[in-house]
């Protein structure tokens, strides 16, 4: 069982940047894929980044590549967003999740058990 705390969302003006932060509680917590998602109001729930277990391999949506850099600290059970160049449309609740240990692929969308509550992040324009 892995639970998971949102913090650092916030109302930002458009080029602007946010730290996001997720801290996990429960002993696998480590042995999880990690991801970023996010859901604008009217739209469905959209993904932004994934992270393996020891953060040597990433992936991201086009939207946000060369923008957004997802990052873990393991001894910490913590992952991070960090978020530049902020667009308005950039606006949304982020939410991270956590894979079970058996799923390893962090391109694979499928998968995530377990799900925070999310963070409001609003872009001005």
């Known amino acids: 069982q892995v639970q998971l705390v949102e913090s650092g969302g916030g109302l930002v003006q458009a080029g602007g940047s946010l730290r996001l932060s997720c801290a996990g509680s429960?002993?696998?917590?480590?042995?999880?894929?990690m991801g970023w998602f996010r859901q604008a109001p009217g739209k469905e729930r959209e993904f932004v980044a994934s992270?393996?277990?020891?953060?040597?391999?990433?992936y991201y949506s086009d939207s946000v590549k060369g923008r957004f850099t997802i990052s873990r600290d393991n001894a910490k059970n913590t992952v991070y967003l960090q978020m530049n160049s902020l667009k308005p449309e950039d606006t949304a609740v982020y939410s991270c999740?956590?894979?079970?240990?058996?799923?390893?692929?962090?391109?694979?969308?499928?998968?995530?058990?377990?799900w925070g509550r999310g963070t409001q992040v609003t872009v001005s324009s």
């Open positions: 999740a956590a894979k079970g240990p058996l799923s390893t692929d962090i391109t694979d969308l499928s998968g995530y058990e377990y």
């Open positions: 429960g002993r696998t917590f480590s042995s999880s894929v």
């Open positions: 992270i393996s277990r020891g953060a040597t391999r990433t």
